[in-house]
């Protein structure tokens, strides 16, 4: 029940999904949380849900004022930090025929630079023994059509968290990745396909998946509830795939 007792943590896309379990988790287990979205609305919609030390921040990740302003926030309201979990992302599917550059730009302001300035704002205020969690993707590993500068820009994060594990080391900063397989998210009904397509794609996946099915958002919570806790004292640099083990056949 207490695995982050007084520990801070802040979460990204909280609002949703794996964040938001996530956020529900580590409230469980006793931290203080600062949970984080890019709509008031729904930040004022989970906040009725969640019990327990928490703030809300509105902070759109894609903005660099917004991530400054997170940081800020957060810091204001809980001292320093303990655990950073840079989790919000967006997937719209298009193929490769009709990237353009705003499709570039959304993905890559989001998945990429927001996390990037993110961790450099909140570094200062990370305690020395501190961790730092991203959420990248099996899309790095494997090869899904339409997913194209998706996969790239999880890519880029798991080699900036490469680079950031190196230089934190001096303050014992554990640097990790969650590279989730398909999980029941609300991310599907964002990535611009019909309902149908939608279907046909959900049953795809799971096909894919050795053990047959979606994963759930509590699946990977758990997951960073292991990877921020001492549990995982000794866990540094990884990417860790929690997939069914879509990515080992
Ligand atoms: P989700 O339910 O859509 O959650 C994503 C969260 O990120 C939402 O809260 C979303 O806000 C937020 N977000 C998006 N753009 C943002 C921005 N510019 N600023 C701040 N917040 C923003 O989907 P999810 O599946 O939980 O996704 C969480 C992470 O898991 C993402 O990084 C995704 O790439 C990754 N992932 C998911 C899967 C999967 O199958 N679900 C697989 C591999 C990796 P809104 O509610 O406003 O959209």
Known sequence: MNKLKNKVAVITGANSGIGLATAKLFLEEGAKVVVSGRRQEALNEVSESLEGD????????????????????????????????LNAGIAPITQITEIDENHYDAIFNTNVKGPILATKEALPHINDGGTIIFTGSIVKQKAFDGFGVYSASKGA?????????????????????????????????????????????????????????????????????????????????????????????
């Not at 800020?72 to 001292?79: L, R």
């Not at 609300?186 to 996946?205: C, D």
């Not at 759930?216 to 929690?242: C, K, P, Q």
């Open 157 to 249: 994060l798991r080699s900036f968290s490469k680079v950031l594990t190196s230089e934190v080391k001096s303050r014992s900063i554990r640097v990790n990745t969650i590279a989730p397989g398909p999980i029941d998210t609300p991310i599907y009904g964002k990535m611009g396909l019909p309902e149908n397509a939608l279907e046909e794609t959900g049953k795809g996946f799971a096909a894919m998946v050795p053990l047959g099915r979606f994963g759930t958002s509590e699946e990977i919570a758990n997951t960073a509830l292991f990877l921020a806790s001492d549990d995982a004292s000794y866990i540094n640099g990884v990417e860790l795939e929690v997939d069914g083990g879509i990515s080992q056949i």
């Open 54 to 85: 928490f703030i809300t921040v509105l902070a759109d990740v894609s903005k660099p004022e917004d991530n400054v302003k997170l940081i800020k926030e957060a810091t204001e309201a809980f001292g320093t930090i303990d655990i950073l979990f």
